[in-house]
């Protein structure tokens, strides 16, 4: 017969989310980083070509 799957204590489910948490806002953060720096070389680049006036 399937058993039940072992119930999870409250201090480790506080544990998890705290921890998903924190690990959703380094890659909110990594994300960030990364959209600005595109868009930096973006416009680095369309100041050199002489698009960007």
């Known amino acids: ?3 039940k799957p072992p119930v999870a204590e409250p201090e480790s489910d506080a ?3 705290r921890r998903r948490r924190g690990r959703n ?3 909110l953060v990594v994300l960030v980083a ?3 720096l ?3 070389i973006a416009m680095v680049k369309m100041a050199q ?3 960007l006036t």
């Open 49 to 51: 070509t002489g698009s």
């Open 15 to 17: 544990a998890l989310i």
């Open 38 to 40: 595109f868009y930096a």
């Open 25 to 27: 806002i380094a890659t």
């Open 34 to 36: 990364l959209v600005v």
């Open 1 to 3: 017969m399937a058993s």
